[in-house]
């Protein structure tokens, strides 16, 4: 059998196998089929999952410091930098490689876009993505706009990753992020770059 | 025949290779196609002079006389360039107008809108109708010669042309030309029944007059160039529902500035901004587009305000009118629309503060 005519069978083996990973150790699966929807509960575990993968709560979740160190506070899971945090004005960094700095929360960023605070990812209405679609929630990390449309999104947020999930998954996450209890918490507003003030 | 154990994985490691190599290729392949069906934009000549703009063997120097120059009524605010726009239909086309507000335009339909500062040209935007329901969206950047343009690239170019001390102009991406164009109910922004109007708003901010040869709702019924005839767009030329004429000028601005993303139609429909100007069924006596904007920001606060003070608009008060407070602001963080200008749009500004201090005194 010459290596050309094993060349094919070996890669739809390979990628077999790797598809076979991905679902393994307990990850709840992608839709099977194009077409077909998941159920809900179905659609939510796997944006948790997927959140959870992805580390979302590494920003969007405050940081506290535990017994063993420092650990997201899950009582307030993914509700963005805490509303009665009032940052003091930012450390200038010098010129060189450092280039940012960051909060002990990890929910608030500065470097040379100015000062971005992580969002409220709760379905709260009035702070969160209470009012947000479906079809919004896609567009923002397809395109790495607000909405879709408005301002970009500001770093460390790595919007690019996500876009390179399909839209089901992408509806699985914000299915899961729909999900969770409402958290009211008004995250502050962006500081733009002393040059763009 | 034998086989050593050692021989053996190397050729697993070879064919290993082989099909992880089959697999990228594929895949490259596969993105390269895609983009190219998506955008369209492998298809879009490389120059300006290509595009069909210009009279054949003229260069750059005349247009194409089947091209046909029109100026909407109400323009948009790109930081005072200048601009000069053309359409072209394919021949013995037609517009299909029978939604009045959302016209389908015929396969095969081009526009062309050139932008000047200082005098000079920088970039001319072209939109090109390539199937039932997909537009290629480009734009060409002048040479410094003024001879030609030629294609920028699909993520545009940033800081082309100063507008102002330390202001520049940035030619936008495909994906941004996208965030306004894909959000109305017709792409073509500029080219609506409202836009050609022959009932023209003379307190429109920046309105242009129109000069012989321009296409207008006239035009287009008297040739016959849109189905079905709809001779009304005529008899009663389609207009700005307003109580007075600021209004309706406030209205008309809103609408080409924010209401290509602020629609009913729009994925931000849902923050419950809308102000694109409907003309049907929006004539019923009981709408009232002002009103509706006397509502609290779905999330954004004005800085310093007090809690829950900031609205869309509040009459009489423009520091506590969101829309207003985010017109004057051109922070990245902050500026209304977001995209497509560096500088304030100071005549729109005033116009809009006479409007919302006298909304607080009826």
């Known amino acids: 059998m010459t290596r050309r005519r094993l060349a094919i069978p070996f890669l739809v083996l390979t990628l077999t196998l790797i598809s076979g990973m991905l679902v393994r150790a307990g990850a709840p699966a992608a839709p099977a089929a194009p077409g077909a929807p998941p159920s809900a509960a179905d659609s939510i575990a796997r944006g948790k999952y997927l959140v959870a993968f992805g580390g979302c709560n590494d920003c969007h979740t405050p940081w506290k410091l535990g017994p063993k160190g420092p650990e997201p506070d899950m009582t307030r899971a993914l509700s963005g930098h805490p509303a009665g945090l009032a940052m003091p004005p930012a450390p200038s960094v010098p010129p060189g490689p450092w280039g940012w700095t960051g909060a002990a929360t990890m929910t608030a960023f500065a470097g040379p876009w100015g000062v971005s605070f992580t969002a409220n990812l709760t379905p709260d209405k009035e702070t969160g993505l209470g009012d947000w679609t479906e079809e919004m929630f896609i567009a923002t990390m397809k395109t790495g706009r607000h909405e879709g449309k408005g301002r970009p999104l500001l770093p460390p947020m790595p919007y690019f990753n996500l876009a390179s999930l399909s839209d089901d998954d992408i509806k699985a996450v914000f299915a899961y992020l729909r999900s969770l209890p409402p958290v009211h918490n008004r995250v502050p507003q962006p500081i733009d770059p002393p040059e763009a003030q | ?362």
Request: hydrophobic share 40%.
């Open chain 2, 1 to 362: 025949m034998t086989i050593s154990p050692f021989g053996a994985r190397r050729r697993g490691v070879r064919l290993l290779r082989n099909g992880v190599a089959a697999g990228l290729a594929l895949g490259l392949l596969a993105s390269v196609q895609y983009l190219a069906a998506s955008t369209g934009r492998a298809e879009l000549p490389r120059l300006l002079s290509q595009t069909g703009l210009y009279a054949a063997g003229a260069g750059t120097t005349a247009i194409d006389p089947q091209n046909r120059p029109f100026s909407p009524q109400y323009p948009l605010w790109s930081d005072g360039a200048g601009k000069s726009r053309w359409v072209r239909l394919p021949a013995g086309a037609t517009i299909d107008v029978l939604d009045v507000d959302r016209w389908d335009f015929p396969v095969g339909t081009r526009f062309w809108k050139e932008f000047t500062f200082g005098g000079r040209k920088v970039e001319t935007r072209f939109l090109r109708k390539d199937g039932p329901a997909s537009w290629s969206f480009a734009s060409y950047v002048w040479n410094e010669e003024q001879t030609d343009a030629e294609l920028a690239p699909e993520g545009g170019v940033m800081n082309v042309a100063e507008v102002a001390p330390g202001r520049r102009h940035t030619i936008p991406s495909v994906e941004d030309c996208r965030a306004c164009h894909d959000s109305a109910r017709t792409e073509i922004l500029g080219f609506t029944a409202l836009q050609l109007s022959t009932d023209r708003d003379p307190n429109a901010p920046h309105a242009e007059p129109l000069t012989p040869g321009m296409v207008t709702l006239k035009t287009l019924v008297e040739e016959r160039l849109i189905t079905p005839a709809r001779p009304e767009l005529l008899d009663a030329p389609p207009r700005v529902a307003a109580p007075d004429p600021r209004t309706r000028a406030v209205l008309g601005y809103l609408s080409t500035n924010c209401g290509a993303c602020h629609n009913a139609e729009s994925s931000l429909a849902s923050l419950g901004l809308l102000l694109k100007a409907r003309l049907e069924p929006s004539h019923a006596p009981h709408h009232d587009p002002v009103k509706k904007l006397f509502k609290p920001t779905a999330k954004w606060q004005i800085p310093e305000a007090p809690d829950g003070a900031s609205a869309f608009v509040t009459p009489g008060a423009p520091d506590l009118s969101a829309l207003l407070v985010r017109m004057r602001s051109r922070r990245p963080s902050t500026q209304m629309p977001p995209l497509g200008t560096v500088l304030h749009d100071r005549e729109a500004i005033d116009l809009v503060t006479a409007w919302i201090e006298d909304l607080g005194r009826r």
